[in-house]
Protein backbone atom coordinates (compact mmCIF):
# COMPACT_ATOMS: atom_id res chain seq x y z
CA UNK A 1 0.00 0.00 0.00
CA UNK A 2 3.14 2.60 1.04
CA UNK A 3 4.28 1.95 -2.91
CA UNK A 4 0.82 1.92 -4.21
CA UNK A 5 0.15 5.57 -2.46
CA UNK A 6 3.77 7.00 -1.57
CA UNK A 7 2.43 10.18 -0.52
CA UNK A 8 0.33 8.24 2.22
CA UNK A 9 1.70 9.09 5.80
CA UNK A 10 2.24 5.85 7.53
CA UNK A 11 1.52 6.01 11.55
CA UNK A 12 3.09 3.03 13.56
CA UNK A 13 1.97 2.40 16.54
CA UNK A 14 4.39 1.02 19.19
CA UNK A 15 3.11 -1.24 22.07
CA UNK A 16 3.19 1.48 24.42
CA UNK A 17 1.77 3.91 22.68
CA UNK A 18 -2.05 4.87 22.23
CA UNK A 19 -3.19 4.07 18.83
CA UNK A 20 -3.75 7.35 16.83
CA UNK A 21 -7.09 5.35 15.33
CA UNK A 22 -8.73 6.00 18.81
CA UNK A 23 -9.07 9.72 18.99
CA UNK A 24 -8.56 10.74 15.27
CA UNK A 25 -11.32 10.44 12.67
CA UNK A 26 -9.54 10.60 10.08
CA UNK A 27 -7.42 7.63 9.78
CA UNK A 28 -7.80 6.00 6.72
CA UNK A 29 -6.69 2.53 7.16
CA UNK A 30 -6.20 0.74 10.67
CA UNK A 31 -3.69 -2.41 9.60
CA UNK A 32 -2.98 -5.38 12.06
CA UNK A 33 -1.16 -8.46 11.40
CA UNK A 34 0.23 -11.89 12.46
CA UNK A 35 1.65 -11.88 16.14
CA UNK A 36 3.22 -14.58 18.24
CA UNK A 37 1.01 -15.98 20.95
CA UNK A 38 3.05 -13.53 23.61
CA UNK A 39 2.43 -10.79 21.94
CA UNK A 40 -1.09 -10.92 21.23
CA UNK A 41 -1.56 -10.90 25.18
CA UNK A 42 0.27 -8.23 25.33
CA UNK A 43 -1.86 -6.59 22.29
CA UNK A 44 -5.16 -7.64 24.30
CA UNK A 45 -4.07 -6.06 27.49
CA UNK A 46 -2.90 -2.92 25.98
CA UNK A 47 -6.23 -2.32 24.05
CA UNK A 48 -8.56 -3.24 26.61
CA UNK A 49 -9.12 0.32 27.47
CA UNK A 50 -9.94 0.93 23.77
CA UNK A 51 -12.83 -1.87 23.83
CA UNK A 52 -15.59 0.17 24.01
CA UNK A 53 -14.16 2.87 21.32
CA UNK A 54 -12.75 -0.24 19.04
CA UNK A 55 -16.49 -0.83 18.73
CA UNK A 56 -17.64 2.13 18.03
CA UNK A 57 -15.22 2.92 15.22
CA UNK A 58 -16.06 -0.31 13.97
CA UNK A 59 -20.05 0.71 14.06
CA UNK A 60 -19.03 3.96 12.39
CA UNK A 61 -16.97 2.11 9.24
CA UNK A 62 -13.78 2.94 10.24
CA UNK A 63 -11.84 0.92 7.54
CA UNK A 64 -10.00 -2.28 9.37
CA UNK A 65 -8.06 -4.73 7.73
CA UNK A 66 -6.52 -8.07 10.16
CA UNK A 67 -5.15 -10.69 8.93
CA UNK A 68 -3.64 -13.81 10.41
CA UNK A 69 -4.81 -14.36 13.87
CA UNK A 70 -4.87 -10.55 14.81
CA UNK A 71 -8.66 -11.20 14.74
CA UNK A 72 -8.42 -13.53 17.83
CA UNK A 73 -7.73 -10.54 20.23
CA UNK A 74 -11.02 -9.22 19.35
CA UNK A 75 -13.11 -12.77 20.73
CA UNK A 76 -14.23 -13.66 23.70
CA UNK A 77 -10.74 -15.78 24.50
CA UNK A 78 -8.37 -17.41 23.25
CA UNK A 79 -7.65 -21.55 24.82
CA UNK A 80 -4.52 -22.51 25.33
CA UNK A 81 -3.77 -26.65 24.72
CA UNK A 82 -4.25 -27.01 28.27
CA UNK A 83 -7.54 -26.06 28.74
CA UNK A 84 -6.47 -22.52 30.24
CA UNK A 85 -8.35 -19.42 28.59
CA UNK A 86 -6.78 -16.08 27.78
CA UNK A 87 -9.66 -13.39 27.77
CA UNK A 88 -9.87 -11.06 24.51
CA UNK A 89 -11.74 -8.18 23.80
CA UNK A 90 -14.89 -9.26 23.28
CA UNK A 91 -15.72 -7.74 20.24
CA UNK A 92 -17.20 -10.38 18.48
CA UNK A 93 -18.68 -13.71 19.22
CA UNK A 94 -15.90 -15.87 18.35
CA UNK A 95 -13.07 -17.70 20.46
CA UNK A 96 -9.74 -19.21 19.36
CA UNK A 97 -8.43 -22.65 20.38
CA UNK A 98 -4.77 -22.99 20.12
CA UNK A 99 -3.16 -26.31 19.52
CA UNK A 100 0.96 -25.46 19.57
CA UNK A 101 2.06 -29.15 18.43
CA UNK A 102 0.05 -29.18 14.69
CA UNK A 103 0.60 -26.24 12.54
CA UNK A 104 -2.10 -25.44 10.10
CA UNK A 105 -0.67 -24.99 6.39
CA UNK A 106 -2.99 -25.10 3.67
CA UNK A 107 -3.92 -22.67 0.16
CA UNK A 108 -7.45 -20.78 0.36
CA UNK A 109 -8.90 -19.80 -3.25
CA UNK A 110 -12.64 -18.52 -2.56
CA UNK A 111 -14.80 -15.21 -3.04
CA UNK A 112 -14.74 -11.94 -1.51
CA UNK A 113 -17.66 -10.11 -2.37
CA UNK A 114 -17.07 -10.58 -6.16
CA UNK A 115 -13.16 -10.85 -6.29
CA UNK A 116 -11.72 -14.06 -6.21
CA UNK A 117 -9.28 -14.09 -3.26
CA UNK A 118 -6.15 -16.39 -3.29
CA UNK A 119 -3.61 -16.75 -0.21
CA UNK A 120 -1.78 -19.01 1.86
CA UNK A 121 -2.95 -20.01 5.86
CA UNK A 122 -0.03 -21.15 8.59
CA UNK A 123 -1.89 -20.87 11.83
CA UNK A 124 -1.76 -22.84 15.49
CA UNK A 125 -5.49 -22.09 16.07
CA UNK A 126 -8.89 -22.30 14.64
CA UNK A 127 -11.25 -19.53 15.45
CA UNK A 128 -15.09 -20.79 16.52
CA UNK A 129 -18.60 -19.05 16.27
CA UNK A 130 -20.77 -18.26 13.97
CA UNK A 131 -20.06 -15.74 11.02
CA UNK A 132 -22.84 -16.77 8.90
CA UNK A 133 -23.82 -13.51 8.78
CA UNK A 134 -20.34 -11.95 8.58
CA UNK A 135 -17.69 -13.71 7.04
CA UNK A 136 -14.73 -12.12 4.93
CA UNK A 137 -14.92 -15.00 1.64
CA UNK A 138 -16.19 -17.94 1.00
CA UNK A 139 -13.28 -20.77 -0.08
CA UNK A 140 -13.62 -22.96 -3.01
CA UNK A 141 -10.36 -24.53 -2.15
CA UNK A 142 -9.09 -24.75 1.75
CA UNK A 143 -10.82 -23.63 4.88
CA UNK A 144 -13.03 -21.19 6.91
CA UNK A 145 -12.71 -20.22 10.65
CA UNK A 146 -12.13 -23.69 10.76
CA UNK A 147 -12.18 -26.90 9.05
CA UNK A 148 -15.66 -27.24 9.48
CA UNK A 149 -16.91 -24.42 7.28
CA UNK A 150 -15.94 -22.70 4.26
CA UNK A 151 -16.67 -19.15 5.88
CA UNK A 152 -13.45 -17.63 6.07
CA UNK A 153 -13.00 -14.45 8.39
CA UNK A 154 -15.05 -11.89 9.50
CA UNK A 155 -16.46 -8.78 7.72
CA UNK A 156 -18.89 -6.12 9.56
CA UNK A 157 -18.76 -2.86 7.81
CA UNK A 158 -15.66 -2.04 7.17
CA UNK A 159 -14.20 -4.15 8.86
CA UNK A 160 -12.58 -6.97 7.59
CA UNK A 161 -10.62 -9.69 8.82
CA UNK A 162 -8.76 -12.78 7.65
CA UNK A 163 -6.36 -15.67 8.21
CA UNK A 164 -5.31 -15.55 4.89
CA UNK A 165 -1.72 -14.37 4.83
CA UNK A 166 -0.60 -14.07 1.68
CA UNK A 167 0.94 -12.07 0.61
CA UNK A 168 -2.55 -11.06 0.46
CA UNK A 169 -1.87 -7.96 -1.19
CA UNK A 170 0.05 -9.09 -3.91
CA UNK A 171 -1.87 -11.88 -4.75
CA UNK A 172 -5.31 -10.01 -5.52
CA UNK A 173 -4.42 -7.18 -7.38
CA UNK A 174 -8.23 -6.58 -7.75
CA UNK A 175 -8.97 -6.44 -3.66
CA UNK A 176 -5.83 -4.10 -3.32
CA UNK A 177 -7.58 -1.86 -5.48
CA UNK A 178 -10.86 -2.17 -3.89
CA UNK A 179 -9.18 -1.13 -0.49
CA UNK A 180 -7.80 1.87 -1.70
CA UNK A 181 -10.59 2.94 -3.06
CA UNK A 182 -12.50 2.03 0.43
CA UNK A 183 -9.41 4.29 1.81
CA UNK A 184 -10.43 7.11 -0.74
CA UNK A 185 -8.07 6.79 -3.04
CA UNK A 186 -9.63 8.22 -6.11
CA UNK A 187 -7.79 6.58 -9.14
CA UNK A 188 -6.09 3.87 -7.43
CA UNK A 189 -2.79 2.40 -9.45
CA UNK A 190 -1.07 -0.70 -8.43
CA UNK A 191 2.86 -0.44 -7.89
CA UNK A 192 4.45 -2.99 -10.13
CA UNK A 193 1.51 -3.64 -12.06
Known amino acids: LEKCIPEAEIIETSINEKPKFIDQDDISLVYMGTLSERSQEIAIQKLKPYTEKI ?18 IL ?15 GIF ?6 NMLTRHNSF ?8 EIL ?8 LYGNNENNYFAKAEM ?27 LILNPYFTLKLLKMMGVENPKLAFE
Open 119 to 126: GFRGQFTM
Open 108 to 115: FLGTYEDI
Open 55 to 72: KEKIEKNQLFLFTGNSIE
Open 93 to 98: DIYAKR
Open 142 to 168: GIGINEQTKLEGIHKNNFLATYIIGPI
Open 75 to 89: GNYIENDDGSKIEAL
